[in-house]
Structure formats: C-alpha cells, structure tokens
C-alpha cells in the first residue's frame, strides 16, 4: 500500500460527532487488518480500534459505544465514526494498513500522514 489518504478531522464541540475516512491506494496481493490509531504529546500512539477482513472489529475501552469503524473493500477505505466526543478524544488521528504484497510475503505495514482532531470543552 504506498499511500493513506486521511480525511475528516476538524473542531467540534463536546458531545458532537465526526466521521474520518482513510483510501488506501497503490499494490498489495491482500489487505488484511485496517486500524486507526491517535496519538498527542503527552501520550504514546494508542490503538483505538481495528477492522478485520472477517467482519470482525475491536476497540478501545475508552471509545466502546461511542465510535464505530467500518471497511469498504471495494474502495478501499476505513471509516471512523465518533458520536459523542469528548475532549480528552483531542489527537491526531492516524490510519494504519497491514498488508501482503504477494500471497507467500510477510506482512507489511503502512501509515496515514495522521488528521487532526480537536474536541473543545
């Protein structure tokens, strides 16, 4: 996958909701997991929920019940939805594909340039 294109981030209130999309373009014999993770200075980057390619799909225990990811394999694209922000959900948000370029390959892994975020109280 040579390229992530993120989109979506923004300022929203407390309470509010965003929804971010990430494309993925380029080559690959097969995408497996497709993930968003955040990150801010003060923290370490953290996993904040996956979509596999059985329909399967995990999240953090702080954004449960509130954001919602979803993948389009024909695009293809990874959604988050994010209902209910708060803002302590302020961080760039980045998209993350892990990948096989051939059937026989290892897995290979790839990162968005990361969107923006911005919960105000």
């Known amino acids: 996958v040579q390229r992530l294109v993120e989109s979506g981030g923004g300022l929203v209130q407390s309470g509010g909701s965003l929804r971010l999309s990430c494309a993925a373009s380029?080559?690959?014999?097969?995408?497996?997991?497709m993930a968003w993770f955040r990150q801010t200075p003060q923290k370490e980057r953290e996993l904040v929920a996956v979509?596999?390619?059985?329909?399967?799909?995990a999240y953090a225990d702080f954004v449960k019940g509130r954001f919602t990811i979803s993948r389009d394999n024909a695009k293809p694209t990874v959604y988050l939805q994010m209902d209910s922000l708060k803002s302590e959900d302020t961080a760039v948000y980045l998209c993350?594909?892990?990948?096989?370029?051939?059937?026989?390959?290892?897995?290979?892994?790839?990162w968005g340039q990361g969107t923006q975020v911005t919960v105000s109280p």
């Open positions: 993350n594909v892990k990948f096989q370029t051939a059937p026989w390959s290892d897995e290979a892994t790839s």
């Open positions: 380029g080559t690959w014999s097969k995408l497996n997991s």
């Open positions: 979509a596999l390619t059985d329909g399967g799909t």
